[in-house]
């Protein structure tokens, strides 16, 4: 348990990890250079970002370390994986995503339908957050130009079978990329012999800095940048490189890749006791996504009838720090369209909250949230109009709706 | 994480007046589940004296929601019905210290949900016909539906007017991509557009919302320097007194044209909100003046101005 609490959103973001720090701190002092100058300064920056490439290589599985592009973090990567594909195939005018998708990638996506003319396909999920199959089928076609799916959902964990749309994306003619911001360092991946052709990924989420990220590009595949200038990262993302941020990049993958079977042991075990000890205590709620198939970090349990700001309000009194797909703590009047496109009832959906672990997470830390989540709901349900006195829902109709 | 101010977060963790209220003889029920805020607000009046002797609330909703809730209980207990019906939401807003844009219409619920309690009481129909939208302008706190009605009411057809009606992207202009994706919208659509209803009581409206006074050229009588100077110390003088029961103050240094140069002292100076509070300095003075100004912190004054 840190000074400041107990942090169970790792899915928001995560501590950057001391080592990871270690390794950045001489980038700022002794090891400033520009890797592109000439002399000594350079020089030794320009070795370190070769390693951290080589870092984020092994941990990706991929065949080349050519194949990673640094960036400034996972919207940049979707961003520029989806444009340079329509730019790269200008007669192509479909796209096909998912309705859960990070809106890193919807909201480019609603841009290009209703700016640019682009007709998008966005593939349903049922009600424990699975792609439709047979509706992705159906949509893949010669117009086709790229496909973006992510590789697992930020708010339930739940994962989409990758090597599986990807195969069929390119069977279709179409270039397959996945938004992996969520998935990288917590399931194994061999992109070498993957049919995937775009992979993003985000360095906050792993452990390192915030500003950096990376865009997987298989080799061969026709690629446009999106900045434009100098020949930075072999011309494919112009900027001076953001060494301190590459390095750490590269330490915390070094690092994820180290600690994958923590992540799927012992993570995955406080995950599932926090879960089960939720369920146990607490009346009418229930896990979102797939228990069955999602990331070993992520626990998203709606509770009924209560409204998911006032529990992180409640939580955050408590020292504990989770998160909401309530529409109340976006701002906007709609709660989470992940939670809607799952079809949650609005009776749950806007008491959905996320718990989301790391390897830093403690099981003290776990019991804690368990002693202290139970008296929370009851204390926001006993406010309820929805809630009777008894201890049960009840009928409530207010005038509008 | 909102910036909640002391008052919400005092009502919120320990909300007062909570509950059902048994003996209640004038009940309120708004919101819904589905917008995810509901309130139900239960009164007992006096039949004779018509004061509200108690009040309690329930409510599903986030935290100003509740807030807001428990403080409208506060506000009304004591006071007679007609009283009451004076309390609006900005009242409740006022009451908290003030709410996030975004949140304003939790204070808004509040005050629907008294004026249909005190609709049960006197055995009237109370109809709600409130709607809200996306939240648009933070600076005004402005949402879709309120810009949509203004358009549709007014025929408007530029970005300039809606922010000459609405105040809408009058300030940051950060939102003019969403005012202008709703214009369009409106525009598309012209036609099929029902008459303007009326708004609930005691709540802002479009009517709230009085077009700004046209630019100074158009203007019949244009305001001195004098009379322009007196008018913005006069408004900030009617600001100091909220300001300072933060601990706070609010000085005028300098007017140079559009930019009006201000200083924030005591527990203003250094704090966190102090971006907001300059934001209802600029609000104040724009309504105040009738005219676009920017009101700027006095460091930013420039060097032998």
Redesign the interface.
Known sequence: MTAQGIYLDNNATTRVDPEVLAEMLPLFTEQFGNPSSMHGFGAAVGGKIEWARKQVQALLGAAHDSEIVFTSGGTESDNTAILSVLEAYPKKKSIVTSVVEHPAVLALCDYLEKKRGYTVHRIGVDNRGNLDLDAYKAALGPDVAIVSIMWANNETGTIFPIEELAQLAKAAGAVFHTDAVQAVGKIPMTLATSAVDMLSLSGHKLHAPKGIGALYVKRGLRFRPMLRGGHQERSRRAGTENAPGIVGLGAAAQLALMHMTDENTRVKALRDKLEQAILAAVPNCFVTGNPANRLPNTCNVAFEYIEGEAILLLLNEAGIAASSGSACTSGSLEPSHVMRAMGVPYTAAHGATRFSLSRETTEEEIDRVIAVVPGIIAKLRSLSPYWSQAGAPKEFAPVYS | MWNYTDKVKEH??N?KN???LDEANAVG????????????LMMKVNPDSQVIEDAKF?????????ASSSALTEMIIGKTVDEALAVTNRDIAEYLGGL?P??MHCSVMGAEALR?AIANFKGEE???D?E????VCKCFGIDAAMIERAVTVNSLTTLEEVTHYTKAGGSCQTCHEKIEEVLEAVLAKTGALAPPKSHAPGTVGLDAIKPLAPKAEAAPAKLTNVQRMQKIMFAIEELRPQIQRDGGDVELVDIDGKDIYVRLTGACSGCSQSAGTMMGVQAKLVEALGEFVRVKPASLLPVGA
Do not use: N, R, Y
């Open positions: 919120f963790f909300p909570a509950g059902a029920e708004v919101g819904s589940i589905t917008c995810g805020d509901a309130l139900k329930q409510t599903f909703g986030c935290g100003s929601a509740i996030p975004e949140k249909a109370w109809v709600d409130h809200e939208g996306e939240l």
